[in-house]
Each structure stands twice: as structure tokens, then as C-alpha cells.
């Protein structure tokens, strides 16, 4: 089984994971979704997230942008990670698990990003 965390604005991917509203938790086996639930972040702070989807067993991480920071913590951890992913939440997952979506290494320069997530 596979545990995917997409950081989300409801049911889209957000632009930057840090600030995003929740996260869309998705289940997978063999490549289908068995399991999905909705999580509110839990508050943003530096490090803090990373953990926190850590503990809950989490596999891969998409988003549309995301700090370099957090991109070095989920390495540690084994955690993969997708960056530059648009649109809705679950697509993005069935796009991965199909092998169709691929990382854009867009990383977010803390505060600094006006315009930059996602490009």
C-alpha cells in the first residue's frame, strides 16, 4: 500500500505547500485509490509538516511549489516528492499512480515567492 499527501486549496493542489488549507490524503493499492480523507493543516512552521506527514506513514508528497527546506526533510525520510503539479487533487494522484506525473523540481524560495510556485 501507498500513502500520497496532496497539499491542497479544498479539492485543487496548492500552489505552495506550506500554506495550503488541508491535505488530501489518498490510499493506493495496485495502483487504484482505495482510501481518501481530508485534513486541515495543521499550522505552518519551518519543519513542522514534513514530520508531521511522516508520522502519519506518508509515501509521496505533491504540490504545486514547495520550500527546499521541506524538500530536504521528506528526502531524509525517504518521502517522495512532486512539485509543479496543477489542478484537481485526486487527478494529480491518479496521474501518479499511473507513472504520468512527473516532478518539475519547482522549489519555493521562502517569502520570496510571488509568482515563483509552480514555475
Given amino acids: 500500500m501507498i500513502k500520497i499527501a496532496v497539499a491542497s486549496e479544498n479539492v485543487k493542489v496548492a500552489e505552495h505547500f506550506g500554506h495550503c488549507i488541508n491535505f488530501n490524503i489518498f490510499e493506493a493499492e495496485n495502483n487504484q485509490i482505495i482510501k481518501s480523507e481530508s485534513i486541515a493543516n495543521p499550522g505552518h512552521r519551518p519543519g513542522f509538516l514534513p514530520n508531521f506527514l511522516n508520522d502519519m506513514g506518508v509515501n509521496v508528497v505533491i504540490s504545486g511549489g514547495m520550500g527546499g527546506g521541506a524538500i530536504e526533510i521528506f528526502n531524509e ?11 484537481e487533487a485526486k487527478a494529480a494522484t491518479v496521474a501518479y499512480l499511473k507513472g504520468t506525473l512527473k516532478s518539475t523540481g519547482a522549489v519555493c524560495h521562502e517569502h520570496q515567492h510571488h509568482g515563483e510556485c509552480g514555475h
Avoid at 77 to 87: L, R
Fill in 77 to 87: 525520510k525517504g518521502i517522495e516528492v512532486i512539485t509543479g503539479a496543477t489542478g
